[in-house]
């Protein structure tokens, strides 16, 4: 089986292209546009093995996704390539429309001209994997889980464009018959992640002894999955998902900002007992609140879990205090991808209102 990964020099992308290189046959053809937060540092590890292909590519050339298509014939299309920081979206948006809603309908497109020239057997086993995010579904309140058949109600640029992409995946399952799936994840955390999510940078400010800024006052809550989790039930889907369905991936973790924040200074404390900036709490600094912050998000999973077996295996504190590990013990990969424009600055005060 060849499958094309898109953004797989990415968080997500990354830990999915090790995961099949390493436990599957499969073969691997990554695309990637290697924007700030892609790095092919990530999929070192499996850079020469003779199954693993890279083609730096911008999604949204329909020249050069075709050309891709008709070298590489693939059994399936994983796609993950995305702008994803909500900070950014606010910021500036256009990054996130074109990526977002119309590298994805390229890439449909070209999908489903591919997929019209196919034998009947091969239009039988092609997939489509469209990944996105518990986000297009807006905000709860205290109570309540995002399930497959919540309504849309995206409230950032980033989810928007986000809902928009879902919305032209189903539609070219409806329409066309293109054999889609497509996932809404939960917070992802882990090894590899760009320093500009909270996790990360969190590690890497209170590691530097510098502020660490909670928005509000760190009672927006989230539901957190560790990557690798997320992968395996990306995996799954791709083997076992019906066509036309959504299926939820989330990890069953709720916590607040302000707790996870909590957490990731416990810690380093533990880790870092000989950290002069000990205890590392001491570092929160409250700032004002994002711009049309979601108040909480949480993941209804009984679908995956019921039809295709899937359940996260990680524990919140098992897989934070991984996480911590290790950007303890890759500092170097840390200042090497933050050697580009983005030094850790705060993001998304343009929706800001004086």
Not at 193 to 209: H, N, S
Request: aromatic share 10%; charged share 25%.
């Amino acid at each position: 089986m060849r499958v094309i990964v898109t953004g797989g020099a990415g968080f997500i992308g990354s830990e999915l292209v090790r995961q099949l290189i390493r436990e599957t046959d499969y073969e691997v053809v990554n695309i990637d546009k290697l924007t700030y937060a892609g790095n092919l540092e990530s999929v070192l590890e499996v850079s020469s093995d003779p199954r693993y292909r890279f083609i730096q590519q911008d999604i949204c050339d329909t020249k050069g996704v075709r050309l891709i298509f008709d070298d590489c014939w693939p059994d399936a299309v994983v796609h993950l390539a995305a702008e994803s920081h909500v900070d950014r979206s606010i910021d500036g948006s256009d990054a996130f429309v074109r990526t977002n809603v119309v590298g994805t309908h390229v890439l449909l497109d070209v999908c489903r001209s591919y997929w019209d020239g196919l034998s009947p057997d091969k239009k039988e086993s092609f997939r489509f994997l469209h990944v996105s995010t518990d986000e297009v579904y807006g905000s709860l309140g205290l109570t309540g889980l995002f399930d497959e058949e919540s309504a849309y109600r995206p409230n950032s640029p980033y989810s928007a464009s986000k809902a928009a992409s879902d919305h032209l995946v189903r539609a070219w399952n409806r329409t066309y018959r293109l054999p889609t799936i497509i996932t809404n994840c939960s917070n992802n955390y882990g090894h590899y992640q760009f320093p500009e999510k909270l996790i990360p940078i969190t590690i890497r400010r209170a590691l530097m002894g510098k502020p660490i800024s909670v928005y509000g006052k760190g009672e927006n809550v989230r539901d957190w999955i560790h990557v690798s989790d997320h992968v395996r039930g990306l995996r799954v889907v791709l083997a076992h998902g019906r066509p036309g369905e959504s299926y939820n991936i989330g990890g069953g973790n709720e916590r607040s900002n302000l707790e996870v924040v909590h957490d990731i200074c416990d810690a380093i404390d533990e880790v870092c007992f000989d950290s002069p900036h000990r205890p590392h709490k001491k570092l929160i600094k409250f700032v004002a609140d994002r711009p049309g912050h979601d108040f909480r998000y949480a993941i209804d999973t009984k679908k995956i879990e019921r039809e295709l077996g899937w359940r996260p295996k990680s524990t919140f504190r098992d897989g934070l205090y991984s996480t911590v590990k290790w950007y303890l013990e890759n500092r170097n990969w840390v200042e090497r991808v933050m050697s580009g424009a983005y030094r850790g600055e705060r993001l998304g005060l343009a929706g800001s209102l004086s």
